[in-house]
């Protein structure tokens, strides 16, 4: 059974930064595509950052050199540091696993707010 467990969101003030972790079961860890997407109010699901089924990192493109995105075989957890963290990025961060269908966390409220 595939299961994906976000945790790490919460409230931060502009500039400032979090880490997102989500913990993979049920998925053969470090082959198949997995990373990160969000969705703000009133807008689609959007990429943020993931791991290709070969190892390589894809960002979107306004977020690179902000956020970045990493991952602990030993633990079978992917992580999503969010550095100078603005308004816009105020979201639904989902965790995501392509292992012959796509599979998603329950997602983790991020919240950049003065």
């Known amino acids: 059974q595939v299961r994906l467990v976000e945790s790490g969101g919460g409230l931060v003030q502009p500039g400032g930064s979090l880490r997102l972790s989500c913990a993979v079961s049920?998925?053969?860890?470090?082959?198949?595509?997995m990373g990160w997407y969000r969705q703000a109010p009133g807008k689609q699901r959007e990429l943020v950052a993931t791991?290709?089924?070969?190892?390589?990192?894809n960002y979107a493109e306004a977020l690179k050199g902000r956020f970045t995105i990493s991952r602990d075989n030993a633990k079978n957890t992917v992580y999503l540091q969010m550095n100078s963290l603005k308004v816009e990025d105020t979201a639904v961060y989902y965790c995501?696993?392509?292992?012959?269908?796509?599979?998603w966390g329950q997602g983790t409220q991020v919240t950049v707010s003065s």
């Open positions: 995501n696993a392509n292992y012959y269908r796509a599979y």
């Open positions: 049920g998925v053969p860890f470090s082959i198949f595509p």
């Open positions: 791991f290709t089924s070969g190892g390589n990192t």
